[in-house]
């Protein structure tokens, strides 16, 4: 015996089988369309429009910021996508002739990368010499003639990238990078007992400790632009009251007359 159904009711059920059936027809579509779409977007940006074609570099005259970028994997024809700005810059920090680096992603094909180098403005005793710069004593490079102004003071150990931590090396660091340039030309600063002494265009200077070094650049420039006699020595322990010894005259040896009388007689 056959169950009688309302036609309405079997309607009723066609009916949501038919949406059912429409909408998982429509999820599946979704899906492939997103699937074909991302795998566009992955095709795109990893084809040869979204590569890099340019680097530029701006600033870098001593660092191998090229070598440093292509260790990092950025070079021509890599993704543009791949390029992860933040750890490029550190990687560029780590080097001792940088102190700040900024790399750019410009879309869609270039990269911008600039670089401030440390300025060397001595050179530092440390078995052999070492270039320094005035940001806390930076050691920049072993050797090099890159600069005249010499710190004629032992500064233990040093390796590339390191703080000098010597104060007496750091208030001489101080000293110099204070000078006008051209005072820094044959510039020496060295130790005699327990002072400091520099040789200032050709003046013989006493600076006493490593405190208000630059101060006392800035009194001696002066006192060196108004005028002293060649040669003269100079007292800096002091800047508000320096002092001047012009150099001594050098004395004849007198010739000593000796009268004899003859008696007569």
Same mark, same amino acid.
Request: hydrophobic content about 45%; cysteine-free; overall charge negative.
């Given at each position: 015996m056959s169950e009688n159904v309302d036609p309405r009711l079997a309607r009723r059920r066609r009916e949501v089988q038919e949406a059912s059936a429409r909408r998982r027809l429509r999820w599946t579509i979704g899906v492939l369309v997103l699937a074909v779409l991302s795998g566009l977007v992955v095709a795109v940006f990893e084809s040869s429009w979204l590569a890099v074609a340019t680097i530029e570099i701006e600033g870098a005259e001593r660092?191998?910021?090229?070598?440093?970028?292509?260790?990092?994997?950025?070079?021509?024809?890599?993704?543009?996508?791949?390029?992860?700005?933040?750890? *490029?810059?550190? +990687?560029?920090?780590? =080097?001792?002739?940088?102190?700040? /680096?900024?790399?750019? #992603?410009?879309?869609?094909? %270039?990269?911008?990368?600039?670089?401030?180098?440390?300025?060397?403005?001595?050179?530092?005793?440390?078995?052999?010499?070492w270039l320094v710069s005035s940001t806390q004593g930076s050691v920049l490079a072993r050797g090099g003639r890159l600069v005249e102004s010499f710190i004629d003071i032992e500064a233990g150990?040093?390796?590339?990238?390191?703080?000098?931590?010597?104060?007496?090396?750091?208030?001489?660091?101080?000293?110099?990078?204070?000078?006008?340039?051209?005072?820094?030309?044959?510039? *020496?600063?060295? +130790?005699?007992?327990? =002072?400091?002494?520099?040789?200032? /265009?050709?003046?013989? #200077?006493?600076?006493?400790? %490593?405190?208000?070094?630059?101060?006392?650049?800035?009194?001696?420039?002066?006192?060196?632009?108004?005028?002293?006699?060649?040669?003269?020595?100079?007292?800096?322990v002091s800047p508000l009251r320096p002092a001047v010894a012009d150099p001594q005259p050098e004395v004849e040896g007198s010739l000593e007359v000796t009268t004899q009388t003859t008696d007569s007689g």
């Open positions: 660092a191998e910021v090229a070598a440093i970028l292509q260790s990092e994997g950025i070079e021509e024809g890599v993704p543009i996508v791949s390029v992860r700005t933040a750890g *490029v810059e550190e +990687r560029l920090r780590l =080097d001792p002739w940088i102190a700040e /680096a900024q790399v750019r #992603v410009v879309w869609p094909t %270039s990269v911008e990368v600039t670089v401030v180098e440390y300025t060397p403005i001595a050179r530092v005793k440390s078995g052999n010499t150990d040093l390796q590339p990238g390191e703080q000098i931590d010597n104060p007496e090396v750091i208030g001489a660091l101080e000293f110099v990078a204070a000078l006008p340039i051209e005072l820094k030309q044959g510039l *020496v600063v060295g +130790r005699a007992g327990e =002072d400091l002494v520099a040789t200032v /265009a050709g003046h013989e #200077v006493l600076l006493g400790s %490593s405190t208000d070094m630059a101060q006392k650049a800035v009194t001696l420039a002066v006192l060196l632009d108004e005028g002293v006699s060649d040669q003269a020595s100079i007292n800096m």
